[in-house]
């Protein structure tokens, strides 16, 4: 029998979790990873799920879930066709619906490098990894810990340099209205250097809703490149989480590209906890129709010597909503830091909205810090000058769209990745 519940029958937000929390599927294990699952849903149990007068979702309303009737999904493979990168051939690990996809799936790596997921490997030497970052109480990264049956996982050992890149596929598949809890851990050990690419897709026009959390440890002196892809279908929910740890001298650097879903929230939360860290969070978000998407990130300089770049653009069309909310936490143990934020909107149509929230928070009096954002319109003397060199209005339009949006594209290491979200940002 099909479990589903409905949280359109529940004004009351934390029955609503509740009733999330009842879809969750039983794991069919007695150890640490179960232990783990019942502490979160221990947590989720006292929650609910947040409302505009929570400070965090003061601009993105989650009542359009609160209207739709959520069951319990299962994999389904058959006609799928999952984006492929042709660097990444032979380390692929696609996941539908929350569970691994063997036949979808390519892993040749070599010695020194372990891509599998979590309910085929050893588990046991992730226990100190899995669910331990910081932010894994926040309401969302609960409810996945509490139902996740399955993650990918990504092993680097101490001085591998992985040459190719690694791509992480999650897939939602589904003909009904279905929750979906991917979850992936991706560790770097000392001296190690990594390429990752963690994309979302949704196949089909149904509603559903994903709820992704990503853990990402780097120890000392690792490095990982990391390209963030979320495109699901046009009627879905995503709200999505990645945590990252830098040990001293690490560097991390984050592409998030945010194209799909009818609403999505990413929070990219990172952790500098050893000195001369080094951390780059770049982000695009193109919202078109009624879309609401919206980025909270954080960024954490405990460490002296930390530096830190973030630049995030917005490109929001017709009835489209984007939010931004970054936050910069310099506390006094975390002198000669230098951290740059910039958050940089194009809005295209008279009804197109962004809210943005930059915020520094400087204790530590020996830094080097910036933030500041920008909402505006294309010029019209641009499109004037391009159209005197014989580009009619509606072209020269989307080559300055193109280009405001490929100042964080061109940025993405991987060729074959920049080549297809190049075709998709067109507006």
């Not at 372990?114 to 046991?124: D, K, P």
């Not at 940089?344 to 929230?357: E, W």
Request: one cysteine or more; a negative charge; aromatic letters at 6%.
């Amino acid at each position: 029998m099909t479990q589903v519940t409905s949280l359109a029958r529940s004004s009351d937000r934390a029955t609503a979790l509740s009733q999330l929390l009842e879809l969750r599927p039983a794991l069919q294990a007695s150890n640490w990873w179960q232990e783990l699952r019942e502490q979160a849903a221990a947590r989720v149990q006292e929650m609910a799920i947040p409302s505009s007068r929570d400070e965090d979702w003061r601009f993105t309303d989650l009542s359009p879930l609160l209207q739709v009737e959520f069951q319990a999904t299962s994999a389904r493979t058959e006609a799928i066709e999952p984006s492929s990168i042709p660097e990444a051939a032979q380390s692929c690990l696609v996941f539908v619906n929350g569970t691994f996809a063997p036949q979808l799936s390519s892993v040749e790596m070599p010695e020194g490098v372990s891509i599998a997921s979590l309910s085929q490997s050893n588990s046991e030497h992730l226990q100190p990894y899995l669910g331990r970052q910081q932010g894994a109480d926040e309401v969302f990264t609960s409810l996945n810990t509490a139902s996740f049956t399955d993650a990918a996982v990504v092993q680097i050992a101490r001085n591998a340099i992985v040459e190719t890149p690694i791509h992480l596929v999650f897939i939602s598949h589904t003909s009904s209205q279905a929750i979906v809890q991917p979850r992936a851990l991706v560790v770097a050990e000392a001296n190690s250097s990594v390429a990752i690419v963690e994309e979302y897709l949704g196949f089909g026009e149904d509603v559903y809703f994903t709820n992704a959390v990503t853990e990402i440890w780097l120890e000392a002196n690792a490095r990982i490149d990391h390209t963030r892809i979320q495109r699901e279908n046009s009627a879905a929910f995503h709200i999505g989480k990645t945590a990252v740890s830098q040990d001293r001298d690490s560097h991390y650097a984050c592409r998030a590209v945010n194209l799909g879903a009818k609403l999505s929230r990413h929070n990219l939360e990172v952790y500098q906890t050893g000195s001369q860290t080094e951390t780059v969070m770049d982000g695009l978000t193109i919202a078109r129709d009624n879309q609401l998407s919206d980025t909270h990130s954080i960024l954490a300089l405990t460490q002296p010597y930390g530096t830190s770049s973030q630049i995030h653009k917005c490109i929001v069309d017709d009835r489209a909503h984007a939010v931004f909310n970054g936050k910069v936490f310099v506390p006094k143990a975390a002198q000669k830091t230098n951290a740059n934020q910039v958050n940089r909107n194009l809005l295209l149509s008279p009804k197109a909205r962004v809210d943005t929230k930059p915020q520094l928070e400087i204790v530590a009096d020996d830094v080097r810090c910036t933030h500041g954002a920008t909402v505006g319109q294309l010029e019209a003397d641009e499109v004037f000058y391009l159209q005197s060199r014989g580009i009619d209005a509606a072209t020269a339009r989307r080559l300055l769209t193109t280009a405001f949006a490929y100042e964080i594209i061109d940025r993405i290491s991987i060729p074959s990745v920049r080549e297809t979200l190049g075709g998709l940002i067109s507006p």
